[in-house]
C-alpha cells in the first residue's frame, strides 16, 4: 500500500513568517512530486512540481525533495493571511497513479 | 483559456440509484481523471482516461465505471449508490497521459440519502 503522509495540522504561523509544510512517502520508485493547495470549499490548485533532490524556488514557494529520506517538504517565505488553506502533498510512481496525502491545514494570522 | 468544467455541481441521490458526472477538460487537453475527495478518506485516484481508452484505475468497485469520448469530454458513472459515495467528485485534465501537471474541475458534490 502506497503511503503519503502528512501532519493534518493546523499549522500556525504569523504574517511574514516562513511556513514548512512536510510530507513523506512509502513507495521508493516514486517519480513526481507535487504540492497542491486548496481552499475550503474549492478544488485544489497545483502550486509546485518537483521531480529530482533539491530545492526548487517559485516565487515565495520552495519546494524541496529528498529521496533518499524519502521526504519531500513546501516553504512558503513571507506567509500571507491569503496562504491560509489546506496544502496537499501528491506523489506520482512508476504506475502513473497518483497519491495524496490528507493534507495539512495552514492559518496564516495577522 | 476556459477552464476545466464539471457539471453538475450539487447532486442529491437516493440509495440504489445511479448517478453519471460530466466533465469537459480544457481546450486541448486529452487526458481526464477522475478523483473523489472525503473528509475520512481524503483524495483519491478513481482513474484516468486518455484518448478514449482508460489507462489506470484506482481501487474502486466496479460500480464506478467511466468512459471518454472523442472530444475528450468525460463521464463518470456509479451504480447502485450507496451511503459512503456521498463526496466531493472531482475531474482533472492534463495535456497527455500520466501527465505530471493536472487542473482540477470545481467538483460535483454528490450526496446520497
Known amino acids: 500500500q502506497k503511503e503519503v503522509e502528512q501532519n493534518s495540522g493546523p499549522l500556525s504561523v504569523p504574517e511574514g513568517a516562513i511556513a514548512s509544510l512536510n510530507c513523506t512517502y512509502s513507495?521508493?520508485?516514486?517519480?513526481?512530486f507535487f504540492w497542491y493547495r486548496q481552499y475550503s470549499g474549492k478544488s485544489p490548485e497545483l502550486i509546485m512540481s518537483?521531480?529530482?533532490?533539491g530545492d526548487k524556488e517559485d516565487g515565495r514557494f520552495t519546494a524541496q525533495l529528498n529521496k533518499a529520506s524519502q521526504y519531500v517538504s513546501l516553504l512558503i517565505r513571507d506567509s500571507q493571511p491569503s496562504d491560509s488553506a489546506t496544502y496537499l502533498c501528491?506523489?506520482?510512481?512508476?504506475?502513473?497513479?497518483?497519491?495524496f496525502g490528507r493534507g495539512t491545514s495552514l492559518i496564516v494570522h495577522p | 483559456k476556459a477552464g476545466v468544467t464539471q457539471t453538475p455541481r450539487y447532486l442529491i441521490k437516493t440509495r440504489g440509484q445511479q448517478v453519471t458526472l460530466s466533465c469537459s477538460p480544457i481546450?486541448?487537453?486529452?487526458?481526464v481523471s477522475w478523483y473523489q475527495q472525503t473528509p475520512g478518506q481524503g483524495l483519491q485516484f478513481l482513474f484516468e482516461y486518455f484518448s478514449e481508452t482508460q489507462r489506470n484505475k484506482g481501487n474502486f468497485p466496479g460500480r464506478f465505471s467511466g468512459r471518454q469520448f472523442s472530444n475528450s469530454r468525460s463521464e463518470m458513472n456509479v451504480s447502485t449508490l450507496e451511503l459512503g459515495d456521498s463526496a466531493l467528485y472531482l475531474c482533472?485534465?492534463?495535456?497527455?497521459?500520466?501527465?505530471?501537471?493536472?487542473?482540477f474541475g470545481q467538483g460535483t458534490r454528490l450526496t446520497v440519502v
Open positions: 518537483i521531480y529530482s533532490n
Open positions: 501528491a506523489v506520482r510512481g512508476g504506475s502513473y497513479i497518483p497519491t
Open positions: 482533472a485534465s492534463s495535456l497527455g497521459a500520466g501527465e505530471a501537471e493536472a487542473f
Open positions: 513507495d521508493r520508485v516514486s517519480q513526481s
Open positions: 481546450s486541448g487537453h486529452r487526458s
